[in-house]
């Protein structure tokens, strides 16, 4: 049975009174959320919440109640349990007042609304703007703390005209009683902007819906301001103003308050020319525009709104995702577009493949999809897994991706079984990784109807690292070199051959390439039909489609790429119908190419469709089975210049034995259908919005470091090792080397004149 929830008003912003007469305190200013609250809200998640609604951090965040019937004590809220004993407390009771409090030097934001100022008058232009640095704001607690600036008055010698302009600029934020806002957001800005070119912090007496009063907050000061709303109009004026500051300014140690949506006001502008603005270009342009020193996670988190203010919010991004399939089904019918859910209502796994894609694979494109992933930095993140098709012109197609909240086993089986039911075409050949989840989920779900051929970057990057430590830099390069060779040889002779090479330069490197699977990644030995595609990264140009977009909204992501999918259909459409060739451009060239070399051999006819080709070699041709001992004509779906000669000497025309996805006919097929725009998608109605199906974002927490944005070449993965220049060992130098330091102990003259030879034969 479901736990009874109560509504927690949580309140912000204002300061306690006493009551004179019986001790009991009330609460007074501030602004309130109401957030919903039972027996399963976790302490961190309710603080999270909180932080999002009122702007500011957790870290230094503390929460209070009052017991009921007792005004006079506060109960201060530290754990999981303290939690739980306030919602027994008052569950009889539809709601409870939660009062949020900041330590010292921590303040609580108000959300900021940008607005245009109304009359202003010109006022003295300030010599130089003060140079506010906050190098010791927590990342955590972004743009929150008070941090010390020049005192009022007190600008630094700098004649920076950047600086002096947003002083001058920001000195007009604040005019004088009559002034008029069009709300109090904009008045709270103005006044922010003010503070900061007058170098003070002041501190709001009462922050009320229908007045603000705000003072100095140095002890004693005279400064202070009040703002109400005039009589039957939504205008607020300033009524008073007294703008004298009467505080000592070489000893007052004034703070300034920043704001994450503020700061983004600041810089969403630049973020709209420029959507890959870096967050240390931020931080560089706000030094130097404004005076305001961030560190890195402060210019990350600013950016982090802005895009928020310009595309949407991220948490609601999840909750249109039902939208959004149902829009994509509508605009696009044959579309496959399905969103899933935790029984928590935290996002799980999205799926999207659209009705051109799909009917452009199975009508023209070849029986051969790559499978890959990659993560997603975004401030939820979450990981793409994306299957991708290649056309008759080597030419990426995107058939299908998903987003999941994290790369599992069990999202890649749910994937690949979504996959099944959107292609319906077997047998195919894949080309992934070889992880044991992707392995084991094509082998339930397409049986024995699909060819599993493991990417030869992954398994390179494997043999690297099961042999480092052993081989020196070159002899590993020289191994991972010939395992390509290896995967790319033909014939089974020529695949031993390759896998002696590996023999002489190491056994046990031989015996890995033995227990690896030949059979699942060598062409001589693979059952399917790769066409000369041995890894899974073909199709990184849609990855790098996903790299450009990964920090948007989810909804945001998703609609981009299916733009970009849209265009490249269209512009491949466009520039195919000039194609006046048979084939398509790249595979006319492959032919003529080979017809070229079919003139120097020699055909000599055996029994029925066999015939004997000689030039360098002797290979056996037969045109009914299309093939060739040599296997090129097998592996990749064109004619070699042995079948070539076999049809020259019998009048056939080598056009009749391509691959039907080569020819231009197959390559319009692919492109005949087109993705259809989805309106309204950037600004939905609030009507269209299902409020039944809600979807929250998933749990996550950035993982530490740098993120890794691009893939290893697999001959770059080679790094060379420590290699000692006495015994010509791994892993050490000669100042550690164990051989050289048992001879110095044993006796330090035999050292001199050793060669190493001498050391190894000793050893």
């Known amino acids: 049975m479901a736990s009874k929830k109560i509504i927690a008003i949580c309140q912000s912003g204002g300061e306690f009174v006493t009551n004179n007469e019986d001790g009991s305190l009330t609460y007074v200013g501030g602004e309130a959320y109401a957030l919903d609250l039972d027996n399963q809200t976790l302490l961190n998640d309710f603080k999270q919440e909180v932080a999002e609604n009122f702007e500011c951090g957790t870290d230094g965040m503390t929460i209070k109640y009052f017991l009921p019937g007792n005004k006079k004590t506060l109960i201060t809220i530290s754990k999981d349990k303290d939690l739980k004993r306030m919602i027994n407390f008052f569950k009889d009771s539809e709601q409870v007042e939660v009062f949020i409090i900041a330590e010292e030097g921590v303040a609580l934001s108000t959300p900021n609304v940008t607005g245009s100022r109304s009359s202003r008058t010109n006022v003295s232009e300030p ?185 949407g919010s991220y948490r609601e991004a999840y909750s249109q995702l039902p939208l959004l399939c149902e829009k994509i089904k509508e605009t696009n019918p044959g579309s496959v577009a399905i969103v899933y859910a935790k029984d928590d209502s935290s996002f799980h796994r999205l799926f999207i493949s659209f009705h051109a894609s799909i009917a452009g694979f199975r009508q023209g494109c070849r029986a051969l999809l790559f499978l890959d992933s990659t993560l997603l930095y975004a401030k939820y993140q979450g990981t793409l897994l994306a299957a991708v098709g290649v056309d008759g012109n080597d030419g990426v197609f995107p058939l299908a991706f998903a987003v999941v909240d994290e790369e599992t086993n069990d999202n890649w089986h749910w994937f690949l079984s979504e996959l099944k039911s959107t292609v319906l075409t077997c047998p195919i050949t894949f080309v992934c990784d070889f992880q044991r989840g992707i392995r084991e989920s094509l082998h339930e779900i397409f049986n024995e109807e699909c060819h599993h051929g493991y990417c030869l970057r992954y398994l390179a990057e494997k043999l690297n690292n099961d042999l480092q430590g052993q081989f020196s830099h070159e002899a590993r390069r020289l191994m991972i070199q010939d395992l390509y060779t290896a995967a ?56 790098d489609w996903v790299m450009e977009v990964n920090e948007l909204p989810i909804t945001q992501m998703v609609d981009v790429l299916r733009g970009k999918i849209m265009e490249l259909i269209y512009t491949r459409r466009v520039e195919s119908s000039q194609w006046a060739t048979r084939l398509i451009p790249l595979m006319e060239e492959k032919l003529q190419s080979e017809t070229s070399k079919a003139g120097s051999l020699h055909v000599l006819p055996s029994h029925g469709s066999t015939f004997e080709v000689r030039g360098e070699s002797v290979d056996v041709v037969d045109i009914d089975q299309w093939d060739c001992s040599c296997k090129g004509w097998q592996l990749n779906g064109m004619p070699c210049c042995h079948a070539i000669a076999v049809f020259e000497c019998i009048g056939r025309s080598p056009y009749d034995y391509c691959s039907r996805y080569f020819t231009t006919e197959s390559y319009h097929v692919t492109y005949v259908e087109s993705i259809n725009p989805i309106p309204n998608l950037e600004n939905p109605a609030s009507a269209e919005v299902d409020a039944a199906v809600i979807i929250t974002p998933p749990p996550c927490k950035r993982p530490p470091g740098r993120p890794k944005m691009k893939k290893v070449d697999a001959f770059d993965i080679v790094k060379r090792q420590m290699q000692c220049s006495k015994c010509k060992g791994l892993g050490h130098n000669k100042k550690t080397c164990g051989k050289v330091n048992k001879f110095e102990e044993s006796d330090p003259l035999l050292l001199t004149g050793l060669e190493t030879e001498d050391l190894e034969g000793a050893e």
């Open 127 to 311: 010599e130089h703007t003060p140079v506010i640095p906050m190098d010791m704001i927590h990342p955590d607690d972004l743009f929150q703390a008070p941090v010390e600036i020049s005192p009022p008055g007190v600008y630094p010698s700098s004649n920076d005209e950047k600086h002096r302009k947003a002083a001058m600029q920001w000195e007009n934020a604040i005019t004088g009683v009559g002034q008029r806002f069009n709300s109090f957001s904009e008045f709270r800005e103005a006044l922010h902007k003010y503070s900061i070119a007058h170098g003070f912090t002041y501190k709001y007496k009462k922050n009320e819906s229908r007045r603000v009063t705000a003072k100095c907050k140095s002890e004693g000061c005279a400064w202070s301001i009040y703002a109400s709303k005039l009589p039957t109009t939504e205008l607020i004026c300033i009524k008073t103003m007294n703008p004298k500051h009467t505080c000592d300014g070489a000893a007052v140690k004034a703070g300034y308050r920043s704001t994450r949506g503020w700061m983004g006001n600041i810089i969403k502008e630049k973020l709209k020319v420029a959507p890959n603005y870096k967050p240390k270009d931020i931080a560089n342009d706000i030094e130097r525009e404004y005076g305001i020193q961030l560190n890195y996670s402060q210019a990350r988190r600013a950016k982090e709104k802005a895009r928020e203010q310009l595309q």
């Open 488 to 543: 790319c040889a033909p014939t089974l002779e020529s695949f031993e051959r390759c896998a002696e090479n590996i023999r002489a330069i190491s056994p046990d490197a031989y015996d890995w390439v033995t227990r690896s699977e030949p059979d699942h990644w060598a062409n001589a030995l693979f059952g399917g039909a790769r066409y000369g595609h041995l890894t899974s990264n073909f199709g990184q140009p849609f990855y």
